[in-house]
């Protein structure tokens, strides 16, 4: 009877244990999931940012991403109001991706499409728009009038000038991936969490059982 007795513990004891690595290991199978899909590449920002509007035209397009990203197979296509506005092939350093433009870009909105692939094989792809606009240049290239002075007044009056619209900053483009990041790690605390408390649940189980 006591040996009948142990043997059930035993198995309790066993049963218990498997049910707990069971669970851990789901938990660890969730965290290297979330950590493997939050390690993709994604655009950080761009210049000339995406939607804005400059007032002469840029050399270059810069694109700054989170990672690394392989130098075979980046490709960046501009094209404006001209068709073809790039000048060469993109040059690759690190997470930073420049693509040269051609000189004397027109006036006009223009499409930024890109594909990279990250070190860890995987392809990211997008498209934004600038535009170009020559108002601001014209303006501020004008000559100022000479001081003016009224007849019957010791007083000079000067026209005021205008000034020109300073270029827009780069803006970082917002990952959509922070959200799905901050829910796979949520998600893989829960399920720590309920994997604690099950084993908890179960060992303290086994305990009464034996001393039953």
Same mark, same amino acid.
């Given at each position: 009877?006591?040996?009948?007795?142990?043997?059930?513990?035993?198995?309790?004891?066993?049963?218990?244990?498997?049910?707990?690595?069971?669970?851990?290991?789901?938990?660890?199978?969730?965290?290297?999931?979330?950590?493997?899909?939050?390690?993709?590449?994604?655009?950080?920002?761009?210049?000339?940012?995406?939607?804005?509007?400059?007032?002469?035209?840029?050399?270059?397009?810069?694109?700054?991403?989170?990672e690394p990203i392989?130098?075979?197979?980046?490709?960046?296509?501009?094209?404006?109001?001209?068709?073809?506005?790039?000048?060469?092939?993109?040059?690759?350093?690190?997470?930073?991706?420049?693509?040269?433009?051609?000189?004397?870009?027109?006036?006009?909105?223009?499409?930024?499409?890109?594909r990279v692939v990250?070190?860890?094989?995987?392809?990211?792809?997008?498209?934004?728009?600038f535009t170009i /606009?020559? @108002? +601001?240049?014209?303006? %501020? &290239?004008?000559?100022?009038?000479?001081? *003016?002075? !009224?007849?019957? #007044?010791?007083? /000079?009056? @000067? +026209?005021?000038?205008? %000034? &020109?619209?300073?270029?827009?900053?780069? *803006?970082? !483009?917002?990952? #959509?991936?922070?959200?799905?990041?901050?829910?796979?790690?949520?998600?893989?605390?829960?399920?720590?969490?309920?994997?604690?408390?099950?084993?908890?649940?179960?060992?303290?189980?086994?305990?009464?059982?034996?001393?039953?």
């Amino acid at each position: 009877m006591f040996m009948e007795s142990e043997g059930k513990r035993r198995t309790i004891r066993i049963t218990v244990w498997v049910a707990v690595l069971g669970l851990l290991l789901g938990v660890l199978s969730s965290i290297i999931s979330a950590v493997a899909a939050d390690a993709h590449a994604a655009l950080k920002s761009i210049n000339p940012a995406d939607g804005g509007t400059v007032a002469t035209a840029p050399r270059q397009v810069t694109l700054e991403f989170n990672e690394p990203i392989g130098a075979s197979f980046a490709t960046v296509t501009v094209t404006g109001p001209s068709g073809d506005a790039g000048e060469g092939r993109p040059q690759v350093d690190g997470r930073t991706v420049t693509q040269p433009l051609a000189d004397s870009l027109p006036d006009g909105k223009y499409s930024v499409s890109f594909r990279v692939v990250s070190e860890d094989g995987h392809p990211v792809s997008d498209t934004t728009t600038f535009t170009i /606009t020559g @108002a +601001s240049a014209t303006s %501020s &290239s004008e000559p100022v009038p000479e001081p *003016t002075t !009224t007849s019957g #007044a010791n007083t /000079t009056t @000067a +026209s005021p000038s205008t %000034s &020109s619209t300073s270029e827009s900053p780069a *803006t970082a !483009t917002t990952s #959509a991936d922070d959200g799905g990041q901050t829910l796979r790690l949520g998600l893989a605390v829960g399920v720590g969490a309920l994997a604690v408390a099950a084993g908890t649940a179960l060992v303290a189980a086994s305990r009464r059982r034996g001393r039953s």
